[in-house]
């Protein structure tokens, strides 16, 4: 088991301590709120849930796509790789019914749902370039997403049926814009860019366009993940040469790194276009954990941490990578 170091340091003692109060008084009125805890960690209303992720299977080519509880147990199989590269980067909606994820079956990275409990996906006709990373808004009628062509890696807007299908940001089209999410008021999309050197995260105003740049690291910010409440952003940061897991307020203030104790070989890391795919994390339901990545002995594993960086536990201990995961409530038991 894999221990989180109790101090890790910190640059700025005052900032970590600030958001360390704030956050863990946050868990402890949740956790009066919901007082049952499973045994090897979790809450009862995380009990009811499902992280999502992609891992090859077996002699396969490439992804499928599986769901464990948060304990890491009771895995499953939601969508069995087809061709090609496979499938991978789901993503659930809020009503816990629809997952959406990127898929090779149809020629390229394109994106296709399905009804949980269904093996009958449907493609999201998007047109030309490789459509990746996409993000249902909470009321479920949009999907943001990126898509890829020769000029670069853009967000574009999508209503759910595939209408009204737009760019996002016309005025970036010297730079790559990648892993779009929703804060819960769908008043924002949060993801990361290049479009001032290394990329760092940003947050655009649907209703107005105004541009806001979150983080101010030195290295490189991206894979960001908002908060249920909206009031918190999640992300990885090279930042110090390793592969750290970061969380933010959402003006992106108070960055703290929650990752330091786990820092070894394994984990130094350059951000690169050709890796940065696989790292993503995820909040629970409740707001109180968080799912990531993080690699042992080669290979990535998924782990659980709480959002002030206590409890960290590793869910899962498999031969082959598991990547991309996602954190959701459903309506499947």
Partial sequence: MIQANANPGYKNESSRLA????????????TLSCSVFGQNGGTESDSKSRIFFARKVGNDQGW???????????ERTEVAYVSGQGEYNPTVALDGRTLLFNTYRYGGWKLASL?????????????????????????????VYEKSTRAGVGLHLVKRDGSNNRPLLTSLKQSNQRVPVWTPDGKYIVFFSD???????????LKTGTLKRLSQSSGNDFAPAVSPSGEHIAFYSDRDGHADLFVMHAD?????????????????YAFSDRSYWVLKCGWSPD???LVFISPVDGNYELHVIGADGSGIRRITTTSASELTPFWAGTEQE
Avoid: C, W
């Avoid at 990329?199 to 105003?205: D, G, S």
């Avoid at 992106?252 to 130094?268: H, I, K, V």
């Fill in 287 to 289: 707001g109180k954990e």
């Fill in 195 to 205: 479009h001032e050197g290394a990329n760092q995260l940003y947050r655009v105003e």
């Fill in 64 to 74: 499928s796509i599986l769901s464990i509880d948060p304990r890491g147990m009771n």
């Fill in 252 to 268: 992106g203030s108070l960055p703290m790194n929650l990752t330091q104790g786990l820092r070894g070989p394994d984990t130094e």
């Fill in 19 to 30: 958001l360390t109060i704030r956050l863990g008084f946050q868990l402890i009125l949740m």
């Fill in 115 to 143: 009804s949980l409990g269904s093996k009958e996906a449907a493609r999201l006709d998007l047109g030309s370039g490789y459509d990746t990373n996409a993000s249902i808004s909470a009321d479920g009628q949009f999907i």
